[in-house]
């Protein structure tokens, strides 16, 4: 069978705040935030996942609302949201974001897509849909934040490579992460094939595999695609604090606006 974009990401729920909570972590937190808070308004997040932008957001925010496919990755980011006493100013919602279920709703002043979850549209014609689909929740002048990943062609493939361990879990179960890397140059695609495994006991083992796609774009090339959907570019950076982007960047994040 084919991987589509959305494969794989209902499997690593389980371990998704396990292995982003022992790597070094993303810089972007503070930049949605800020951004938020000089928008005002409305916000939502496309594959808001586990809540790791979403709640942080939600603080700064009027109304946020997440958006995601995965029923497992809700769970968590509901207890997130609990957990930081914000369910009264955020709804979160099991929806797919090519097709966003919000029509005859108050228009977002604030959309944000971050760290790869464009990436993860393997098909061209998903990401058209889920932009024409932002473009009809939006209004004149609403921003949408888009943050590509800009290395993930350069991975270096590799097989079964032990990339992390630890204890996971309230039990504190040992658990590992074997990791393969592939890349389909035909596609554009960078495959990432995990592997974790879960200790049950001293002599037991469950082993729980997947795999992740993204799908390689560049910064005029998405440009090239939000033009032709109605928006206008604001910004394009090339770190969080707001420098401008070149092709040495390691970050890539567009600013666009509805027409």
């Not at 938020?36 to 942080?56: I, N, W």
């Amino acid at each position: 069978m084919a991987i589509e974009g959305w494969h794989g990401w209902e499997e690593y729920s389980p371990f998704y705040d396990w292995e982003n909570s022992r790597t070094l972590g993303r810089r972007d937190v503070t930049f949605w935030q800020r951004m938020a808070a000089r928008v005002g308004g409305t916000v939502l997040e496309l594959g808001c996942g586990t809540g790791r932008v979403s709640v942080p957001v939600a603080k700064v925010s009027n109304h946020l609302v997440g958006i995601d496919r995965s029923a497992g990755m809700l769970e968590r980011a509901r207890r997130r949201f609990r957990r930081a006493k914000l369910m009264h100013s955020a709804k979160l919602v099991q929806g797919d974001i090519r097709s966003l279920p919000f029509a005859g709703s108050k228009p977002f002043d604030l959309v944000i897509a971050p760290y790869g979850v464009l990436q993860s549209l393997i098909r061209e014609a998903d990401l058209t849909a889920t932009l024409l689909s932002v473009a009809s929740v939006t209004r004149p002048g609403s921003l949408v934040g888009i943050d590509l990943v800009p290395d993930v062609p350069r991975w270096s493939e590799y097989r079964r490579r032990v990339s992390l361990k630890g204890r996971w879990g309230r039990s504190g179960k040992k658990l590992t992460l074997i990791e393969s890397v592939r890349q389909d140059r035909r596609r554009k695609l960078t495959i990432f094939d995990q592997e974790y495994l879960e200790a049950k006991s001293k002599t037991s083992k469950k082993t729980h595999r997947f795999s992740l796609a993204f799908r390689t774009l560049s910064i005029p090339q998405m440009v090239r695609r939000v033009e032709r959907v109605g928006f206008q570019i604001e910004k394009v950076l090339g770190d969080y604090q707001g420098r401008p982007w070149d092709t040495r960047s390691d970050v890539w994040v567009i600013i666009v606006s509805r027409k």
